[in-house]
């Protein structure tokens, strides 16, 4: 039996977009006062990027695992679960 990769697992799942309705909202006020910037290394769906605008989150594949909001050392997240019956769908446990 082939095993799958983690990426092939994540790619299995589904997400129930709550379009327009972000469950994370980042102050990028506070972001400016952190130098670690924990959050562009620790998502493991690699969802945080640096811009000229600043810290942004492409919420919308969000695992929902939480580490962002546990690694955040300013308090910059506003971070909630998705809606009910939005979110993502994990096929593979
Ligand atoms: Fe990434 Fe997890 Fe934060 Fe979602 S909750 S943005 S998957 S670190």
Redesign the pocket.
């Known amino acids: 039996m082939n095993r799958l990769s983690i990426s092939d697992k994540l790619a299995l799942d589904k997400f129930e977009v709550d379009e327009g309705v972000p469950h994370?909202n980042i102050n990028n006020d506070l972001c400016k006062t952190c130098v670690s910037k924990n959050?562009l290394r620790?998502?493991?769906?690699?969802?945080?990027s640096e811009q000229d605008s600043g810290i942004i989150?492409?919420?919308a594949?969000?695992?929902?695992?939480?580490?962002?909001?546990?690694?955040c050392s300013q308090g910059a997240?506003d971070?909630k679960y998705p809606r009910g019956g939005f979110g993502i769908i994990y096929r593979q446990g």
Not at 42 to 48: F, I, N, Q, S, T
Not at 61 to 71: F, K, N, W
């Open positions: 994370i959050c620790v998502c493991p769906a690699g969802l945080y989150v492409e919420w594949g969000c695992l929902e695992c939480g580490t962002c909001r546990a690694v997240l971070w």
